[in-house]
Nanobody, 114 residues
Framework: VQLQASGGGLVQPGGSLRLSCEASGTMYTMNVMAWYRQAPGKQRELVALITGDNTTNYADSVRGRFTISRGNAKNTIYLEMNALKPEDTAVYSC?????????WGRGTLVTVSS
């Protein structure tokens, strides 16, 4: 099973980015998929999570600015990030849970700077 995240880059404060994550190599639908991030010198933290019935949960620091959603393709999720702040700078990784196992994807770097 592989999860591939994409869409990171350099953006100015107040700008927007959209991250994508696609899982491949599995026959299962991932019941839970999520975005985590790790900033330099800090612990990895949960950013947003979405369940199989599209229930979502967000970190307090991003609620109201970020939106997690599922794509039409199985095991695809997005993270729409608006009103970005310098403190959102981090490597963003996606995570998926399927029956019997959980999987991490390689991250994508988001840098918010003027």
């Amino acid at each position: 099973v592989q999860l591939q995240a994409s869409g990171g880059g350099l953006v100015q404060p107040g700008g927007s980015l959209r991250l994508s994550c696609e899982a491949s190599g599995t026959m299962y639908t991932m019941n839970v998929m999520a975005w985590y991030r790790q900033a330099p010198g800090k612990q990895r933290e949960l950013v947003a999570l979405i369940t199989g019935d599209n229930t979502t949960n967000y970190a307090d620091s991003v609620r109201g600015r970020f939106t997690i959603s599922r794509g039409n393709a199985k095991n695809t999720i997005y993270l729409e990030m608006n009103a970005l702040k310098p403190e959102d700078t981090a490597v963003y990784s996606c995570y998926g849970v399927q029956p019997g196992s959980a999987h991490w994807g390689r991250g994508t770097l988001v840098t918010v700077s003027s």
